[in-house]
């Protein structure tokens, strides 16, 4: 690539851009771009291939070999989904030599489809640009899910089959084509290479688990008081009028259920009015908070910071907002989630 002269890397440059995954950028001969990513309740894989790569998994009859019409991808869809370990699609296998094989926790895991796309990249149409037949290739997106009952501690990934790189150099036959894979877990990316010589990966879980990487949270200050219930203070104000008010009209032998009666009427409607009905304590009352001195404050601020940056670890939605949690709360979780 660093070779190749401008004109020729700027129609690249623009599908890489044009493309709605990262890094998913058609490359000349059978390409695609392969990630796993392993949560707490599964094994997650997306593949981004061409239709060059596609075809040599699996047996997929199309009328246009570089174009997949609309009633052909149902069966692309249900080939490539077997490829990846699902059930067969009629009589005879459809994958053209061994399909994909994930182990979990030494169980054989079938799949279950997420996402089929066909992507279908614009021409480029503006003048001065040459064009670049691969870069206008369709792909094909395949996002499969392996579930789990538990946090896997191991998992074994089998790439079944190799098409053959027909566009690599010196060569008198074809060479079957290498599968480059990204693999995120246990808060670190790997980078994993499948051949047919060496078709499997072992995954293990890290000795440390992830949610035991947090650092301990200091204790939160308590935040002094900067309202005053006045309405409830007002309610227990009626309410002892009311109470010396009838004291003195009531006869003795009534004076006590009644009081009793009112007692509680008071009392409830000062709980019921507790969080309302509020007014601001004045500065000149209002105790001032005591700051942490720089070594409190550091000693505050390095464990939440820590464990802010430990959420990057995670990749499941959930999994992320949990762990902003245990370091930030209120509206500013919100904005940093």
Known sequence: MISMNRCRILPWLLLWLALPRAGAHAKP???????????????????????????????????????????????????????????????????????NALVIDGVLTPPVLKEFRILRPAA?????????????????????????????????????????????????????????????????TRSIIFRETEPEYVWHAAAIPLAERFQPVPAAIPVPLTTWPVLSVAMGLAGGILWFGWAGRTPGVQRRPRGVGLALVTTVLMAVTWPVGRVAVPDWVRRPATLPGHAEALAIFQPLHANIYRAFDYTDEGEIYDALARSVDGALLARTY
């Open 29 to 99: 001969g059978a390409h695609a771009d392969v990630r796993f990513s392993i949560t707490r309740s599964a094994v997650r894989v997306e593949a981004l291939m061409n239709l060059r790569f596609a075809e040599g998994l699996v047996n997929w009859s199309r009328s246009v070999r570089d174009e997949v019409a609309a009633d052909e991808e149902a069966p692309g869809r249900a080939a490539l989904l077997e490829y990846f370990g699902g059930p067969r699609t009629g009589s005879m296998p459809v994958v053209v030599n061994r399909p």
């Open 124 to 188: 480029e149409t503006r003048p001065g640009f040459v064009e670049v037949a691969q870069a206008l290739w369709q792909q094909v997106l395949v996002v499969v899910e392996y579930p789990c009952q538990a946090p896997p501690r191991s998992v074994s990934f089998v790439w079944g089959t190799y098409p053959r790189d027909f566009l690599a150099p010196d060569r008198d036959v074809a060479p079957l084509s290498e599968v480059e894979a990204i693999l995120v877990a246990d808060g670190e």
